[in-house]
């Protein structure tokens, strides 16, 4: 049986699921129960010093979307997308404080780990928060730069803003860093044109570690009633984003292989864990499927995450890290590979042509009745893909 334990940034996890700063988070009690459900870790509700934004949170407005984008109460597939708009930490420093010192001391009797998390509106602000958080006994500290999402919700600089530019955000991680000992992690925006530039420059102001990422933003509209979804413009995500946040997780991996990553943003069940982790995150943090399920749901992704350890013999998490981004080839590359066609497996075959329609580059002919691929076949896929009884396999052809 795999031993689920990792390291991050020097701390032990019991296991690589980590609860993302939310709803979920945001008191004690509610830290307690992420503990209890089996999580490895949780990150808490985020620390702010703008008013605005931790009265913002008594106005919290979320939507889950089905594939249309619509409520769909009891009926959301998988890929659901979740619309909404929050704020921060409702309490002041002091008393959030206290908060976070009671669900250290109960995470730490489960073997559990609490990360902190702070916004500043300026740079002092941003020290300031850091090192009331790191006097509770968390071992570390994610500084959020993807929430609140637009300006105006707080009337100064701070989350998504900073985050999309990186001389602010340099200053902010330097000045966090210089009032704190713990090592900090920057949560990053996907909004900017090059994630990898950004991470790098967290990094040099200080930073230990990188979460990506955080959500983006949407647009979702109630075309019955001519409006917006929660009245207007607001944060959007889901099990639909994995591929765009797993893009800049394995980047930022091959960019930069000994910057600890936590990726967050699109993971729905344990096997979403161990693409994150393939992709380059050393812990990864799961959100809306827990809002969604219940605390209960934590418990069986973790099962689900070492269920497929066991099953492909792994020992450990620390084993997957990384493999499938080290494995991506460029384009160049990808070019001097022997080259692909399509194969039909006849004994599997009804001869439908479907296949014939949906190939683009006409390699693939009928004669009496039976659909043949020609040989300007490029091994592009998409006949396999749409293939109704699975008959067409691709094959590697001698160089």
């Not at 870790?41 to 249309?68: C, H, I, P």
């Not at 420093?93 to 001391?105: M, T």
């Not at 803003?161 to 001389?167: F, R, S």
């Not at 959100?287 to 689900?304: D, F, I, N, P, T």
Request: glycine content about 10%; charged content about 20%.
């Amino acid at each position: 049986m795999a031993d689920l334990s990792v390291e991050f940034c020097g701390v032990r996890f019991k296991n690589p699921v980590v609860v993302g700063s939310s709803e979920l988070t945001l008191s004690a009690g509610n830290m307690k129960r992420c503990v209890d459900a089996g999580a490895g870790g949780l990150v808490a509700k985020t620390l702010t010093d703008s008013l605005a934004m931790r009265e913002q949170t008594g106005n919290s407005k979320w939507r889950f979307l089905d594939e249309q984008h619509r409520v769909n109460p009891g009926r959301l597939p998988r890929e659901f997308s979740f619309y909404g708009r929050s704020g921060l930490a409702e309490e002041d420093p002091a008393a959030w404080a206290d908060e976070l010192r009671a669900a250290v001391a109960y995470a730490r009797e489960h073997e559990a780990v609490v990360i902190g998390s702070v916004a500043g509106t300026e740079p002092a602000a941003w020290a300031e928060l850091a090192k009331v958080v790191e006097d509770t006994g968390v071992p570390l500290i994610e500084m959020n730069f993807g929430c609140p999402h637009p300006s105006e919700m707080v009337g100064a600089k701070t989350g998504m803003v900073v985050g999309q530019d990186p001389e602010a955000l340099s200053e902010a991680v330097a000045a966090a860093a210089g009032a704190v000992t713990v090592p900090l992690i920057a949560k990053l925006t996907p909004q900017v044109t090059d994630m990898v530039q950004i991470a790098r420059r967290a990094r040099e102001a200080g930073a230990s570690a990188v979460t990506l990422t955080n959500r983006f933003m949407g647009f979702a509209v109630d075309a019955e009633n001519a409006r917006p979804y929660i009245y207007g413009w607001a944060g959007i995500g889901g099990p639909w984003v994995k591929p765009l946040s797993l893009r800049w997780v394995s980047k930022t991996h091959v960019a930069m292989p000994d910057l600890p990553i936590t990726g967050s943003n699109g993971v729905h069940d344990g096997m979403d864990v161990v693409e994150f982790m393939m992709s380059g995150a050393a812990i990864v943090q799961i959100c809306s499927a827990v809002m969604l399920k219940g605390y209960h749901y934590l418990g069986q992704v973790v099962r689900e995450v070492e269920q497929f350890l066991d099953r492909k013999g792994y020992a450990s998490p620390a084993e997957i890290v990384g493999l499938a981004a080290r494995a991506a080839m460029s384009y160049e590359q990808i070019k001097a590979l022997p080259p692909e066609r399509a194969e039909i497996d006849r004994d599997l075959c009804i001869d439908c042509g479907v296949c014939q329609e949906h190939c683009f580059y006409n390699a693939i002919g009928e004669q009496g009745g039976r659909y043949l691929i020609g040989e300007q076949c490029r091994g592009c896929g998409i006949c396999s893909c749409v293939c109704p009884e699975a008959a067409i396999n691709l094959v590697m052809t001698a160089a």
